[in-house]
């Protein structure tokens, strides 16, 4: 996939104080521009509440068009060139006015950041170039983002800020946002776990790709947790006192009832594997989590961020 032209200089509110340190260290050193988005053309038309729904109509035609069902990969080449790729390119230009305070439920909100997300990383992944891994750009997480209602929203911003209730990115200390960051008060109050099953980063051992209505977002959410875990992120292996799991649990282990030191692969991982056996289909797997949590060693799969192409 041959490299794209870049999206050209906007300008968003920006404060660089409203930044904190480790976040301005780390977007030096790769590169980051942070008056810059995939978004920023010119375009004269205002953006109403309307826009969240067709978005979603967009992701929706995106979806049909080049995703697989099944699996969840993505036929970037394919995409790069379809007319509901160019559609949707047309709309992310009306996010620059899009009022985020249009969005009153907290369902509404989960589902507009975790589809606007997944989106955003396959635009970033056909807008860079990528072609085998998003490891190929510097920064990728930070450099992939949207001018939303006059505010600059980088990928990292929206699941380790504001779907993360401010958290910080697991591999840079502190917070996503300053308290004095007009973003911080668009952060959820408390992260549900669960939106670690919906998230796509552009790669194999990410979950694959769904779209989420606020209607039905708390099905579509225990959906979501019980295919990843069902789906091979997760054995259970009884005869060795063995569970192999995701690294998403470990890099997110507090957001799963589990602490500092299990991100470090340390401490007890009761807690963590008390909130997997919620979803585990193996009545005697879920079990011998539920009640002898303790008894088994943890281990972390590799996680393969190869580019979920479409084989």
Same mark, same amino acid.
């Given at each position: 996939?041959?490299?794209t ?18 976040q ?17 053309? =010119?375009?004269?038309s ?68 975790i589809?606007l ?14 072609e ?15 001018i939303?209602?006059?505010?600059r &929203?980088?990928?990292?911003?929206i ?17 996503? &946002?300053? &308290? ?15 939106i670690?099953?919906?998230?796509v ?13 606020? =209607?039905?977002l ?14 091979g992120?997760?054995r ?59 008894r ?16």
């Open positions: 996939m041959s490299s032209v870049r999206p050209t200089a906007c300008s968003p509110f920006f404060r660089p104080s409203a930044v904190p340190l480790a301005r260290v780390y977007h030096l050193f790769a590169g980051v521009d942070r008056t810059n988005a995939l978004n920023c053309t =010119e375009d004269s205002r953006a109403t509440r309307d826009l969240a729904f067709e978005l979603k109509q967009a992701i929706n035609a995106i979806k049909l068009d080049a995703f697989d069902e099944e699996t969840g990969a993505v036929n970037y080449r394919r995409l790069k060139t379809s007319p509901a790729y160019q559609s949707y390119r047309q709309t992310t230009r009306r996010l620059q006015t899009f009022p985020l305070r249009s969005l009153k439920t907290l369902e509404e909100r989960l589902a507009f950041w589809n997300y997944n989106i955003l990383i396959v635009d970033a992944v056909i807008h860079f170039g990528v085998a891994t998003v490891h190929e750009v510097r920064g990728f997480f930070v450099k992939a983002a949207y939303i209602d006059g505010l &929203f980088s990928a990292d911003d699941e380790h800020g504001i779907l993360r209730a401010n958290a910080g990115n697991p591999a840079i200390p502190g917070p996503q &946002f300053r &308290f004095h960051d007009p973003r911080f008060a668009l952060v959820v109050s408390q992260v549900d776990p669960r670690h099953f919906t998230l980063c552009a790669s194999e051992s990410c979950p694959p790709v769904g779209i989420y209505s606020p =209607e039905q708390d099905q579509q959410l225990d959906l979501a947790a019980h295919n990843f875990i069902n789906g992120e997760v259970v292996d009884l005869e060795r006192n063995e569970v192999h799991l995701s690294r998403i649990f470990q890099w997110y282990a507090p957001d799963f009832g589990g602490n500092v030191l299990n991100q470090i692969g340390r401490g007890s991982f009761r807690n963590v594997l008390a909130y997997i056996a919620r979803y585990i289909a193996d009545d005697e797997a879920q079990q011998a989590l539920f009640h002898h949590p303790d088994f060693k943890v281990r972390f799969n590799k996680y393969d961020w190869g580019l979920n192409l479409v084989a």
